[in-house]
């Protein structure tokens, strides 16, 4: 069963992007770090995002630009993902709905052209699968006494064991005094 996808983002944006001559308009690499980050956590199979192997530079939306790596030109963008996989997942399928969703949604909201999105799979996530495992165990109820009967023999042969072992503790208790 798919995630749905977020459809705040607009599908067609027809804005006259004709500013006066000598301005611009530029975006920080954490925007379009936080955009790629929120893009690629709706896609379903994601076990979540992981810290950029060469300590990429990360501000105080640490939680939503964890895993990504942008460069922010002028007119284009590209963007790198670290993240890990659910086990079972198809990685590849996966993966390119990462990259799709990335690319639609940065080009959407920024305007710039996404040359590249790389995706890194770094690992695979095998949580769900431990937790239902988990889950199986807490549920699973251990063999108890089926009769009246079994209770009797279960206490006769604790009877037997505490008697057995008391005439040995006298004998050797009598012999010290």
């Given at each position: 069963?798919?995630?749905?996808?977020?459809?705040?983002?607009?599908?067609?944006?027809?804005?006259?992007?004709?500013?006066?001559?000598?301005?611009?308009?530029?975006?920080?690499?954490?925007?379009?770090?936080?955009?790629?980050?929120?893009?690629a956590n709706e896609i379903e199979g994601i076990a979540g995002m992981?810290?950029?192997?060469?300590?990429?530079?990360?501000?105080?939306?640490?939680?939503?630009?964890?895993?990504?790596?942008?460069?922010?030109?002028?007119?284009?963008?590209?963007?790198?993902?670290?993240?890990?996989?659910?086990?079972?997942?198809?990685?590849?399928?996966?993966?390119?709905?990462?990259?799709?969703?990335?690319?639609?949604?940065?080009?959407?909201?920024?305007?710039?052209?996404?040359?590249?999105?790389?995706?890194?799979?770094?690992?695979?996530?095998?949580?769900?699968?431990?937790?239902?495992?988990?889950?199986?165990?807490?549920?699973?109820?251990?063999?108890?006494?089926?009769?009246?009967?079994?209770?009797?023999?279960?206490?006769?042969?604790?009877?037997?064991?505490?008697?057995?072992?008391?005439?040995?503790?006298?004998?050797?208790?009598?012999?010290?005094?």
């Open positions: 069963m798919a995630k749905p996808k977020k459809e705040n983002l607009p599908k067609a944006v027809n804005i006259d992007t004709q500013a006066e001559p000598g301005s611009s308009i530029t975006y920080a690499n954490e925007v379009v770090a936080t955009i790629a980050g929120v893009a992981v810290s950029i192997p060469s300590g990429g530079k990360i501000g105080k939306n640490k939680n939503l630009t964890k895993g990504i790596k942008v460069e922010v030109g002028p007119e284009e963008v590209s963007c790198e993902i670290y993240l890990n996989i659910e086990y079972g997942r198809p990685i590849q399928k996966v993966a390119g709905e990462v990259q799709e969703n990335v690319r639609k949604a940065v080009e959407s909201m920024t305007g710039l052209h996404c040359v590249r999105v790389d995706v890194h799979v770094q690992g695979v996530s095998f949580e769900k699968e431990n937790s239902a495992l988990n889950a199986g165990a807490k549920n699973a109820k251990l063999p108890t006494a089926e009769t009246e009967d079994d209770n009797v023999r279960i206490a006769d042969a604790r009877e037997e064991a505490a008697e057995e072992t008391a005439p040995e503790q006298s004998a050797e208790t009598a012999a010290e005094q």
